[in-house]
DNA sequence: CCGATATTTAATCGGTCGTATAATTAATTA
DNA sequence: TAATTAATTATACGACCGATTAAATATCGG
C-alpha cells in the first residue's frame, strides 16, 4: 500500500451534526461514549415517522440523519417495517405502566369514591405529562401514536395491540363511578375521550390558526384540566341519556 | 404498414374492471358513455390516498387503477400534489355547503331558543349523513380528512382553509346558547369536538375490538345522537367550570 | 372538409427506493 | 495470543418513482 490518506477515525455519532469530511473506514468502530447507534437511528426513526408518515420515510434518509449507512438500519432492524415497530414500541412499554400505576393508585386512595374525573385525570396525566415535558422524542412519539390512530389502514391493529389493556383498566374504574351504564355508552364515550386526545398529542396548530392565538396547541397546562372536565361530563351525560331512555321505555 | 393487428377499441373505462387484453391506441379515444376519465382519477386517487396516505400512493398505481397511464395525470392535474389537493377541495364545497345550510336553517328556525345541542348536531348532520349513506366515495374522502387532520406536518394548513369558515359560524351560533362564555373555552371544547369527529370518521375498527362488538364504528345511527350528547355536555361544562372559577376569584 | 384543439399512448429521463452481501476492522472470549 | 463475534463501510441489484415529451388520433368550430 502507497500510503493511507489522512482518514478521520470519526464514525457514527462523532459525525453526528458535522460535515462528514472524511469517510470511516469499514469495521467496527473503535469503543467510544456515543450514544449507541441503535438508538441514534430509533430516535431519527421517530421523528421522521412522526413528521412525514411511515411511507413518506426512507430508509436511507433514517439513516443519513443517523450517520450511518442504510446497511446499519438493516443490520439492527432487518426491515423498515421492523423499524417503526421497534419505534412504536420503545415507548408505548414505558407510557403503559406508568398509566396502569396511576390508576392503580387512583382506585386505592379513592376507595369507594371512585370518580370519573378522577379516573380521567390518572388517565391522562402520564400521557400529558411526557407531551409536556418529556422533551422532542416524546413529543415526536405521541404525535406518531396521533398519526397511526386515524389511519385507515393498519392504524386499527397497532394500536389494539399496545393500547387496549390500559383502555380495559380505566373502563373499569369508570364503571364503579358510573354503575349501571351499559357497555356500549361506556365504550362511545371513551371513542370520543380517544378522539379528543390523540388530536391534541398530534400538536398540529390547527387550534392555534383557528382561535387567533387564543388557545396554543402546547399548552399543556391549558389543556388537561379542560379534557379531563369535558370529558367527564360527557361520560355522565351518556350515562343520564341512556336513564332517561330507559324509563321512557319502562313507561312510555 | 404490412398489416394492422387485431386492435382493441377499448380505451379507459372501457378496460374498468376488465383485462386490459388489447392496448388501445394512441390518439383521442371515440365519444362513449364513459365516466369522464378525470373523474375516474379522482375517484381512484381519493380512494388510494384514504386507505395508504399521500406519500404511500403513486401515481402509477393511481393510472392503473383508473385504466390510464401516468402521462394523463400529468396532463389533467400536472403535479401529484395538485391532484391531492383536486381531491381534497372537490367533496370539501358540497359538503361545507350543506353545513352551513343546517347552521343558517337551526339559527333561523331556533329564534332565541338557541341549544348548544341543537348547534351541534346541525353541525354534524351533514357530515354524518355523508358518512353514513354517502357511498364509498364520501367515506373514502371523510377518512381522508381524519388522517390529513391528525398530520403533524401540513395537515394544520389544509383543514385551515377548508373548514375554518364552517367552524366559526358554529362557535358564533354556541356563544349565544352560552353567553358570558369566554373565546378561549369555546375553541377548546372545540378542539375536543374537532377530535372525536375525526375519530369517528376514520372509521378505524379500534372501537369495534375494544367492545368485543358491541360497538362498531360504521354505526352511524349508534354515533351521532352520542357525540351530540357527549359533546354538548362538555361546551356546558367547560362553560360552568369558568363561571366556577370566576366566582371563587370574586371571593376567594 | 379543414384547421385548431382535446385527449390519449408510448417511451423515456434521472433519481430514489428497500434490501442484501462481501469485505473490513475492533472487541471479546478461550 | 488465537479464534470468534460484533459492528461498520462499500457496493450493488432490481424495482419503482414523479415528471415530461413526441406522436397519434378524435372532436369540434369554421
Redesign the pocket.
Known sequence: MPHSPARS?A???R?AGMRPLQ??????????G?V???ERILDVAEEQFAKRGY?G???????RDA?????????????????FDAVFARRADVVNKERMAALDAYEASAGNNITVEGAIAAFLRPVLNKLDTGGAGWRNYLALVAQVGNLHEWGGAVMTQSFDPIIQRLISIIRKALPDTQDEELYWAYHFLSGALMLTLAETDRIDRLSKGKCRSTDIAAIEPRLVQFASAGFRQMCNQQKGTQAKKRKP
Chains 1, 2 share one sequence.
Open positions: 477515525t464514525s457514527g455519532a459525525r469517510r470511516a473506514r469499514p469495521g467496527r468502530p473503535p469503543k467510544n456515543d449507541a447507534l441503535r411511507e420515510v426512507s430508509t436511507r434518509a433514517v439513516a450517520a450511518a449507512t442504510p446497511a446499519m438500519i438493516h443490520y439492527y432492524f432487518n426491515s423498515k417495517r421492523k423499524l
